[in-house]
Nanobody
Framework: QVQLVESGGGLVRAGGSLRLSCAASGRTVSRYGARGWFRQAPGKEREFVADINWASGGTYYADSVKGRFTISRDNARNTVYLQMNSLKPEDTAVYYC???????????????WGQGTQVTVSS
C-alpha cells in the first residue's frame, strides 16, 4: 500500500504564498507514473490543479493557476511540492495530493490520495 502525507496548508492573505508538500511511502511506490494535486472548495466539485510526470519531470497546470503555482519533485525524498504564489481568495480549498503509477499523467480519479490539507486565503 502507498501512503501520501501532505503538509504546508494554512491561512494566508491574498497575494501571499504557501508551499505544500506531499511525501510518499510504502513498498509499492514507483519511480514512474505521475503525482500532483487536486483541490475542492466548499460546495464545488474536486478539480485538477497540477501534476508532474515522475520520470521526465514534465508538468501540467490548470489554467486557473498557471503562472502562479509551480509543481516540483524531489526524487530522493519521494516528495512532490506545490509552490503557490499570488494567492487569491478563490484558491481557498482543501488540497489533495494524488498519485498514480500506471499512467504518465494523473487521471480524473488517481489510484492514491492523501488526506487533504486546508488552504484558506483571506481578502
Amino acid at each position: 500500500q502507498v501512503q501520501l502525507v501532505e503538509s504546508g496548508g494554512g491561512l494566508v492573505r491574498a497575494g501571499g504564498s504557501l508551499r505544500l508538500s506531499c511525501a510518499a511511502s510504502g513498498r509499492t511506490v514507483s519511480r514512474y507514473g505521475a503525482r500532483g494535486w487536486f483541490r475542492q472548495a466548499p460546495g464545488k466539485e474536486r478539480e485538477f490543479v497540477a501534476d508532474i510526470n515522475w520520470a521526465s519531470g514534465g508538468t501540467y497546470y490548470a489554467d486557473s493557476v498557471k503562472g502562479r503555482f509551480t509543481i516540483s519533485r524531489d526524487n530522493a525524498r519521494n516528495t512532490v511540492y506545490l509552490q503557490m504564489n499570488s494567492l487569491k481568495p478563490e484558491d481557498t480549498a482543501v488540497y489533495y495530493c494524488a498519485a498514480d503509477f500506471a499512467v504518465p499523467r494523473l487521471p480524473n480519479v488517481p489510484e492514491y490520495w492523501g488526506q487533504g490539507t486546508q488552504v484558506t486565503v483571506s481578502s
